[in-house]
């Protein structure tokens, strides 16, 4: 099946740093990924979609600024949280859209611990 | 606007008791579902689908879910629970609003007592 890969599992920063997460479609071409948030015991909550090649689509409350996204190739694309404070300690999860058959199915990497001191 | 709800936050069964977690959607079509389970510190594992036809769909580690349309419903069950399956879970939709955005539900997390 298709598999998604995250690095890092875990990260922790200190206050003002930024961190690079990287999310990868390792066996499929992937036109669009998604980058999510994930607080503890809550649902997933869609940070912004990103198309290869485009910018990203940042969903309403999500600053751009403060969470870069970077889709490169089609099947790498980065979130880069700048200047991270300990609100953003969060579990970040991504996925992909396979390219080929059109199909409506998203493909979840394992998420990505981050923790802000 | 779409919605999921999982109405049921927390659920605690027997091992080898049967199972049902709850998930209604809103969408003025027929959307696209899913099953997703979450171990902790995990990513999401797809359980099934149901994109059409047959209402009654099989997934893995056993677990099926019935599509109601008229309910607005898609369910899931297992018949007997394994200790393993403690886990979160999260009913998704997707819609044809060619944004290809997944919706969650909160989530219902299972408790499986020995």
């Known amino acids: 099946g298709a598999v998604v890969s995250q690095h890092p599992s875990r990260v922790i920063c200190k206050s003002g740093t930024s961190v690079k997460i990287e999310c990868r479609s390792l066996?499929?071409?992937?036109?669009?990924m998604f980058w999510y948030r994930q607080f503890p015991k809550k649902s997933l909550m869609l940070m912004a979609t990103?198309?290869?090649?485009?910018?990203?689509?940042?969903e309403q409350g999500v600053e751009k600024d403060k969470f870069l996204i970077n889709h490169a190739s089609l099947t790498l694309s980065t979130l880069t949280v700048t200047s991270a404070h300990p609100e953003d300690s969060s579990f970040y999860i991504c996925?992909?859209?396979?390219?080929?058959?059109?199909?409506?199915?998203?493909?979840f990497g394992p998420g990505t611990r981050l923790t802000v001191l | 606007a779409q919605s999921v709800t999982q109405p049921d936050i927390h659920i605690t069964v027997s091992e080898g008791a049967s199972l049902e977690l709850r998930c209604n959607y809103s969408?003025?079509?027929?959307?696209?579902l899913f099953w997703y389970v979450q171990s902790p510190g995990q990513g999401l594992q797809l359980l099934l689908k149901?994109?059409?036809?047959?209402?009654l769909v099989q997934g893995i580690k056993g677990f099926e879910a019935e599509f109601k349309r008229s309910q607005s419903s898609f369910n899931l069950r297992k018949p007997s629970v394994h200790w393993s399956d403690a886990a979160e879970y999260f009913c998704?939709?997707?819609?044809?609003?060619?944004?290809?955005?997944?919706?969650f539900g909160t989530g219902t997390r299972l408790k499986v007592l020995a």
């Open positions: 969408y003025g079509a027929t959307p696209y």
């Open positions: 149901y994109f059409s036809g047959d209402t």
């Open positions: 066996d499929f071409q992937a036109t669009t």
């Open positions: 996925s992909a859209r396979a390219l080929a058959g059109g199909g409506n199915e998203q493909f």
């Open positions: 990103s198309n290869e090649g485009s910018k990203a689509t940042y």
């Open positions: 998704a939709v997707w819609g044809p609003s060619g944004t290809y955005k997944y919706i």
